[in-house]
C-alpha cells in the first residue's frame, strides 16, 4: 500500500535517506510476494543492515534540529513493519526487531478499547504478559549487531503501551469484584451481537435471545442499582448500569436495521468483512499456510481505513459523519481484525518457514501421541509402528545434528529438536508401558508348590 500523502523532506540529505529507504521497501515487498523459496536469514540480514545505516544517517542529519513528521519517517515506518514481519518469519522472534510490528498492534488494540470503552479484564491480562514478553527481548536481545536506536524507539513504544494499558486496569479496578463478572457479561454480549449482525445471513432470533439475557440482568438491580447481600450500592454500579443501557439501546438498532447495511457504506464495509473473513480462515490454518510477511498488507489496509475518520467517525462525500449503526459496525470489523492480528503474531513459532514443515508434522505427532496415552495407552508395541517409523524418517533428515535445506542451516533448530525429542519420550513411554502389559504373568514358587 502506498505511503499516505504527507510533507515530503525539504534537507537534500533526507530526500537521499528516503529514496535509499523506499528502495529497501521494495525489495522487502517483493521477497514477501516470493513464494518459490523460502525466507533466507542472509537475504532479510542484509536488507536490515542497510536499513539500520540509513536510519543511523537519519538521525545525524536531524542531530539538534526541530524536526516535522514527513515522508521519511512513514517510510522508516513501513520499512520496520516489514522487516519485524520478516524476523518472524525466519524464526527470530526473540530478537529485538521482531518486537516492532507487535508493538504497533498492541497500541492500535488499546486505543480502540479506550475509545469505545468496553473491554474485559482478560483483554488486557493478554497484551500485559505480551508486553511484558516484548520488554525481556529488548532489554536482552541476542541480535549480533545490535541497533541502539531500534531498542530505545522499541522500548519507547512499550512504555507507551503500558501507559494506556494502566489507564484500562485502573478502569476495571473502579468497578467492585463482585460486580465484575457482570461487566465482563455484558461485554461478552455486545461483542456476540456484533458477530451476529455482521453475518452474511441476519438472524433476528439470535439478537432476541441476547436482549433477554440483558433484561436478565437488569432486572437484578435494585431501585436502579446493582447491590451487595446487604442492600449497599456497589462501587461501580452507575458505570455498568450505563454499559447495560448501551448494549439494550444497540439491540434495538440491530433490530431496526434487520441486517441492512447502508449502500453509500458498503464498500467499506465489504473489504473489512472480507479482512475479517480472511484473518479468521488464517487463524485456523495457521500452522500450514501463513507466512508472518502476509499480515503487513491486512495491517496497512486496517491503518489507512481507520486512519481516514475525522474525529472518531467516517464521513460521506457530503462530508456528513456515518449514523451510529454504521460507525459501530465498521469499528467492530477493524477492532476485530486487530485482534486476529495480534493473535497471529504472538502464536508465531521461533522456527523458519523453511523448518516449519517438519515443525508441524512434530507437533501433529505429539498431539497424536498424547491422545493415545489419554485414551489408555496402546494394547500391543505394533500399534506404535508407525508412529516410529516417522519419528525416525525425521530423525535421519538431521545431517550433523542439524536440519538442513540446501547449504543452509535454518532458524529454529533448537525448537525442532526438542519437539522431536518430546516425541521420541512419549513414544518410548508407550512402548515400554505396551511390552509390561504383554508380559506374561509367571507364577512363584509357593503358588507352584500349592498346585
Known amino acids: 500500500m502506498e505511503t499516505p500523502k504527507i510533507p515530503g523532506p525539504t534537507d537534500e540529505g533526507e530526500r537521499q535517506v528516503l529514496e535509499k529507504l523506499m528502495a529497501i521497501r521494495d525489495q522487502l515487498q517483493l521477497r514477501k510476494l516470493d513464494r518459490t523459496t523460502y525466507v533466507r536469514t542472509q537475504d532479510v540480514m542484509i536488507l536490515y543492515d542497510q536499513t539500520i545505516e540509513q536510519v543511523r544517517i537519519l538521525s545525524e542529519i536531524r542531530n539538534g534540529k526541530p524536526v516535522q513528521e514527513n515522508q521519511v519517517d512513514r517510510v522508516v515506518d513501513s520499512v520496520f513493519q516489514l522487516l519485524s514481519l520478516f524476523f ?34 482478560q483483554d488486557l491480562e493478554s497484551m500485559s504478559h505480551t508486553l511484558e514478553h516484548l520488554s525481556g527481548i529488548v532489554h536482552n536481545s541476542a541480535s549480533t549487531k545490535p541497533a541502539p536506536f531500534l531498542e530505545a524507539l522499541i522500548a519507547q513504544r512499550i512504555d507507551r503501551c503500558r501507559a494506556s494499558l494502566a489507564s484500562l486496569q485502573k478502569k476495571i479496578g473502579d468497578v467492585a469484584e463482585p460486580l465484575r463478572p457482570t461487566a465482563d457479561k455484558l461485554v461478552s454480549i455486545l461483542r456476540q451481537m456484533a458477530v451476529i449482525n455482521t453475518k452474511y445471513k441476519f438472524s433476528p432470533a439470535e439478537i432476541h435471545k441476547r436482549e433477554s439475557e440483558l433484561r436478565e440482568i437488569g432486572e437484578k438491580r435494585k431501585d ?97 459523519p456515518a449514523e451510529l449503526y454504521v460507525q459501530r459496525t465498521l469499528l467492530y470489523l ?12 504472538i502464536s508465531s513459532e521461533p522456527v523458519s518457514e523453511a523448518l516449519l514443515p517438519i515443525y508441524n508434522q512434530l507437533q501433529t505427532l505429539k498431539r497424536c501421541l498424547v491422545e493415545v496415552r489419554n485414551s489408555g495407552g496402546v494394547t500391543s508395541v505394533r500399534e506404535l509402528y508407525p508412529y516410529s517409523m516417522k519419528l525416525h524418517s525425521i530423525d535421519n533428515m538431521r545431517v550433523d545434528g ?27 513411554e508407550l512402548r515400554v508401558e505396551a511390552e509390561a502389559g504383554d508380559t506374561p504373568e509367571v507364577q ?4 507352584q508348590s500349592e498346585t
Open 88 to 121: 518472524m518469519t525466519i524464526g527470530r522472534n526473540n530478537e529485538a526487531p521482531a518486537a516492532y510490528a507487535l508493538t504497533s498492534t498492541i497500541k492500535r488494540l488499546l486505543d480502540h478499547l479506550t475509545e469505545s470503552n468496553l473491554f474485559s479484564a
Open 224 to 320: 436502579g442499582q446493582f447491590v451487595d447481600e446487604n442492600g449497599n450500592v456497589l462501587k461501580g454500579s452507575e458505570d455498568i448500569s450505563n454499559l447495560l443501557e448501551r448494549c439494550l439501546t444497540y439491540t434495538k438498532i440491530i433490530i431496526e436495521k434487520n441486517g441492512q447495511f447502508p449502500d453509500k457504506w458498503r464498500p467499506i464495509y465489504d473489504v473489512l468483512v472480507g479482512i475479517r473473513n480472511e484473518l479468521d480462515r488464517l487463524s485456523l490454518t495457521q500452522a500450514w499456510s501463513l507466512r508472518e510477511t502476509d499480515l503487513y498488507d491486512y495491517q496497512r489496509q486496517l491503518d489507512k481505513i481507520d486512519e481516514s475518520r475525522v474525529n472518531g467517525n467516517w464521513l460521506d462525500e457530503q462530508g456528513r
Open 334 to 345: 477493524i477492532r476485530k481484525s486487530y485482534g486476529y492480528i495480534y493473535h497471529l503474531m
Open 402 to 428: 542439524k536440519f538442513m535445506v540446501g547449504e543452509d542451516i535454518p532458524e529454529g533448530q533448537g525448537s525442532v529438536a526438542e519437539l522431536l525429542a518430546e516425541c521420541f519420550d512419549l513414544n518410548y
Open 444 to 447: 512363584t514358587p509357593e503358588l
